[in-house]
């Protein structure tokens, strides 16, 4: 049971370059979550998607956009990467969005842009 | 909007030492609360968590919090840290039934053997 597996785990970009971080989770969660991991901000909700079909913006969504697959996969874009978003990128799921349920987290994406 | 306050940014301990890292946080409504542990690069793992019941809640490794509404907190303590503790903890509060989790800034914990 491998939980949350993001792809890749490290890479880097040129300015203006696009990329997608991928997603999958095996616990038939049904919502997933795209954070951010910055020095001294802890993490940041970029997107989420509740269920399949549906996506949400999160506190930090600019240059970014998402996609929810499917139930397992939701994938993460930057259309026209800048420096701002170097960043480290966390892949999370839950069972759903009700109270009391735990996020899992993928083992991160570290990606540098230059 | 809800927010989360972690007092400290980092702290040094010594093995043996006892351990309180202070989180606070703003809503008004029911929460939910987590306290979530990353080591050094690996992902984030789930400590504890309160959503009802008794007020204070045990985790995994010894690691314990108390949730205090009047106070809006819920601290992370543990008696007796070990040099394996050494990581970063975050504090994270859900609001409402369908809230996202918002997260606090970390605090990095260093022990010294």
């Known amino acids: 049971n491998a939980g949350v597996t993001q792809t890749p785990k490290f890479q880097v970009l040129k300015t203006g370059q696009s990329m997608t971080l991928q997603c999958a989770q095996d616990m038939n969660h049904n919502s997933m979550y795209w954070y951010r991991q910055d020095p001294g901000m802890g993490l940041r909700l970029i997107y989420y998607s509740a269920s399949e079909g549906t996506t949400d913006k999160g506190e930090v969504p600019n240059g970014y956009n998402v996609s929810r697959l499917n139930k397992r996969e939701f994938s993460l874009r930057l259309e026209s990467a800048a420096p701002s978003q170097t960043s480290v990128y966390f892949c999370a799921s839950s069972e759903d969005r009700n109270s009391g349920n735990t996020i899992y987290f993928g083992e991160g994406s570290w990606l540098t842009v230059v | 909007a809800q927010s989360v306050s972690q007092h400290n940014h980092h702290v040094i301990l010594s093995e043996a030492a006892s351990l309180e890292l202070g989180c606070n946080y703003s809503?008004?409504?029911?929460?939910?609360l987590f306290w979530y542990v990353q080591y050094p690069g690996q992902h984030l793992q789930l400590l504890l968590k309160y959503f009802s019941g008794d007020p204070l809640v045990k985790g995994i490794k010894g690691f314990e919090a108390e949730f205090i509404k009047s106070k809006f907190s819920f601290n992370l303590r543990k008696p007796s840290v070990q040099w394996s503790d050494t990581a970063e903890y975050f504090c994270?509060?859900?609001?409402?039934?369908?809230?996202?989790?918002?997260f606090g800034k970390g605090t990095k914990l260093s022990v010294k053997p």
């Open positions: 809503y008004g409504g029911t929460v939910n």
């Open positions: 994270a509060v859900k609001g409402g039934s369908q809230g996202n989790l918002i």
